[in-house]
């Protein structure tokens, strides 16, 4: 799809957690379409890669699920934006709200 509408700024990377972890790139833009259980497991993979104001869509679970997976979110710094339902099926958005500034943090005041 990105090829058949001439688009060169974005690259596709495929891979599971385990990639995110060893690799550590970072990214604008998640795309996850697994069950809940992997989800929330693989959070912390997710999370690590993300930069800053970036988004995540997850997806591959049902709407009875939302609490835990914005439990997980939560609890590896994300923030959640909404969610989308189809036949009890879910999608949630999130993003990465961190906003740090390092340079500051290290000057001595």
Not at 37 to 48: P, Q, V
Not at 64 to 85: C, H, K, R, W
Request: aromatic share 10%.
């Amino acid at each position: 799809n990105i090829n058949l509408n001439g688009i060169d700024c974005i690259t596709v990377r495929l891979g599971d957690a385990d990639f995110l972890r060893n690799e550590c790139p970072t990214f604008d833009l998640i795309i996850a379409n697994i069950n809940r259980n992997i989800l929330t497991a693989d959070m912390d993979a997710y999370a690590g890669c993300m930069k800053s104001g970036s988004h995540i869509f997850l997806s591959g679970f049902y709407v009875d699920d939302i609490p835990a997976i914005q439990e997980s979110l939560t609890l590896n710094g994300l923030s959640f934006v909404e969610y989308y339902e189809n036949n009890r099926w879910a999608m949630v958005v999130a993003e990465n709200s961190l906003h740090i500034n390092i340079t500051a943090s290290n000057q001595i005041l």
